[in-house]
């Protein structure tokens, strides 16, 4: 297995905003804690599922690999190089080799461009085949994604959420990315659309030898599609290890604690989205030690007092609990 991305200690906060009273009162600026200390590898060929409650700091994370975000402290490092010091050059290579599909492609896709038009215009920014052979070659992205042919001479707003999905994840494929980072791309789909755009990133991935990084809020998509899964919660990430052992047997009470929440789906009967134990405290003010101790049915002093870091146990399952 060789390490594609390896993340260090990645940390972005945001000022937040200040009321009128606060300013008033000389208090100081708070910051958002939105990624905090996280270090993870991306190995070359897998799928990476990154999950956890809205607000816990996804989209934040994946903006800092993409370069949207300029994180505050820690390093980014893409097949051995250092990627926030790319410059020129270098710099573009690296935004064409990692790219991101987002959860609502319309808002990514040029509403007065034809299909054929975006997908053709991404070919020839990025010089990846010769003028000629641009048509062929947006046929065959479309036939990767599904798409018929006649899909390149009508514009977004013509197609459904699933099929401007699929738009989205053609023009991320036409650069001949490395990696693709996905960012609930099916969120705001269908459930019945959610797994046909599931099943197409299993498809690519496997056909193409992609690394996927799927990021969502819902355990359920990742539990098929991935090989490995990373829980984050509030900016951290609390437990990684493959799919299957972390499923079946979860070592952090936070992670425990989602997968209980998992609706189980039965015939005939209605699922809701189950609420995990109380709110998610805010990120403005974390709690001291561990993050999730309000919420921890096994919280003792130590816990309300240390951070616990994420133990590197030479394994590849790895959890930041001091009682796990
Ligand atoms: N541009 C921003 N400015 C200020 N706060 C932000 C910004 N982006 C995200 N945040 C805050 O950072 C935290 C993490 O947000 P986000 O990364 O979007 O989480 P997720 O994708 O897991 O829902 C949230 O509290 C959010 O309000
Ligand atoms: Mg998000």
Redesign the pocket.
Known sequence: MTVMLAIRNLTRR?PARRSLADLLRGRPRQA?H?VEQVSLDVHRGETLGIV?E????????ARCLVRLHTPDAGSLAFEGADVLALEGPARRAYNRRVQMVFQDPYSSLNPRLTVGETLAEALHVHAIVPKADIPARVRALLDLVHLPHDAAARRPHEFSGGQRQRIGIARALAVEPHLIIADEPVSALDVSVQAAIVNLFMELQDRLGLTLVFIT?DLRLVRHMTHRVAV?YLGRIVEVGPTAALFAAPRHPYTQALIRAVPQVKPGRRTTEAAVIGELPS?LEPPPGCAFHPRCPLADATCRRDIPVLEGRGGAWDVACHQA
């Open positions: 945001f958002v939105a956890g809205s607000g816990c700091g996804k989209s934040t994370l809020h984050m990120p």
